[in-house]
């Protein structure tokens, strides 16, 4: 079975610093998909970035970067620059074929 | 469409009572899913469409939830005998194949009373 842990119910960050939101998996697969997906008060789930167990370089999708530590089966997420527009919940989420298993999410709160 | 379409956004029931909540995914996407939200947690799988037929029906918790995809596009989550706990935001998502690009709707907010 496949679990994900996001142990911040709860962030803040100042304008235009930038902050990481962690999140720690579990799986016994060999090959696996690590996402992060933001969810604003409208409720849709985007997608933000996506780091394959097979890929050696950190992923990069432009403000976002994906810290892959797979020893320690870790894949938090960096911000860099927060804006006012990225206060939202975020939810970690794992996968190795279709299905996704997701974390408890993170609510970031970007203060101006 | 554009993007993934859910409809009702929002949904008020009385317990007991039946419900149908659609979603139309994106053109040309053959895989689509079901999943449901509770307060203050992340999204859980409910079922996985590729095509027509139910692929993975494992997440759905129990004989009252059904759900259907007759033509390969649109598809229907049917609840029966809603009870409170069914009260959740259910999101469905859909991709090119069945694979992680995945593109969510903007979810239902059933609320059963």
């Known amino acids: 079975a496949q679990k994900i842990t996001q142990t911040q119910p709860g962030m803040f960050v100042q304008e235009k610093e930038a902050v990481t939101l962690d999140c720690t998996y579990d799986?016994?697969?060999?090959?696996?998909?690590l996402f992060w997906y933001k969810q604003p008060s409208s409720g849709e789930m985007i997608f933000l970035i996506y780091?394959?167990?097979?890929?050696?370089q950190n992923a990069t999708e432009g403000r976002y970067s994906l810290n892959f530590q797979k020893a320690r089966k870790s894949a938090n997420l960096v911000i860099s620059a927060s804006q006012l527009g990225d206060s939202a919940m975020y939810f970690c989420?794992?996968?190795?074929?279709?299905?996704?298993?997701f974390g408890s999410g993170t609510r970031l709160l970007v203060r101006p | 469409g554009a993007g993934v379409s859910q409809t009702p956004s929002n949904k008020v029931t009385e317990k007991g009572k039946y419900v149908e909540l659609r979603c139309d995914p994106i053109?040309?996407?053959?895989?689509l899913y079901w999943y449901r939200q509770s307060l203050g947690q992340g999204p859980e799988f409910l079922i996985y469409?590729?095509?027509?037929?139910?692929?993975?029906d494992s997440g759905l918790p129990n004989d009252r939830f059904f759900a259907v995809r007759p033509e390969g596009s649109v598809s229907t989550l049917k609840i029966q005998r809603t009870e409170r706990g069914d009260s959740a935001v259910y999101l469905c998502?859909?991709?090119?194949?069945?694979?992680?690009?995945?593109?969510f709707g903007s979810g239902t907010r059933l609320t059963v009373v």
């Open positions: 799986t016994s697969d060999q090959s696996y998909g």
């Open positions: 998502a859909s991709s090119p194949r069945g694979d992680y690009g995945y593109t």
């Open positions: 053109s040309g996407h053959t895989a």
């Open positions: 469409f590729q095509g027509t037929g139910a692929a993975d």
């Open positions: 780091q394959g167990s097979y890929d050696e």
């Open positions: 989420a794992i996968g190795s074929s279709y299905k996704l298993i």
